[in-house]
Nanobody, 124 residues
Framework: QVQLVESGGGLVQAGDSLRLSCAASRRTFSNYGIGWFRQAPGKEREFVAACSLSGAHTDYADSVKGRFTISRDNAKNTVYLQMNSLKPADTAVYYC?????????????????WGQGTQVTVSS
């Protein structure tokens, strides 16, 4: 069992930056692939970014590529999502998720554990 706790969300203006954090409960965190997803009201949960076990390989949705950066600190059992040049379209609840086997999939059903989410609201 892996517990994930997201933090760092908030209300910002368009063009601002935020850094989300996701702290994991397991010391074997470094064995897991990590993903960030988001869900806006009335929409399905969508892929945002993924990170390999070492953090050397990443993948991003086209909508955030060049603006968001996923990273991880395995010594702290924490993954981050740096979000720059935020847009109102980025408004959503953001979730981190762990994949026990492998990494990099964009499919929500491939992830085994999820955090409770953190709200990001971007005003125009």
């Amino acid at each position: 069992q892996v517990q994930l706790v997201e933090s760092g969300g908030g209300l910002v203006q368009a063009g601002d930056s935020l850094r989300l954090s996701c702290a994991a409960s397991r010391r074997t965190f470094s064995n897991y692939g990590i993903g960030w997803f988001r869900q806006a009201p009335g929409k399905e949960r969508e892929f945002v970014a993924a990170c390999s076990l070492s953090g050397a390989h990443t993948d991003y949705a086209d909508s955030v590529k060049g603006r968001f950066t996923i990273s991880r600190d395995n010594a702290k059992n924490t993954v981050y999502l740096q979000m720059n040049s935020l847009k109102p379209a980025d408004t959503a609840v953001y979730y981190c998720a762990v994949m026990v086997a492998g990494w990099g999939t964009r499919q929500t059903h491939e992830y085994d554990y999820w955090g409770q989410g953190t709200q990001v609201t971007v005003s125009s």
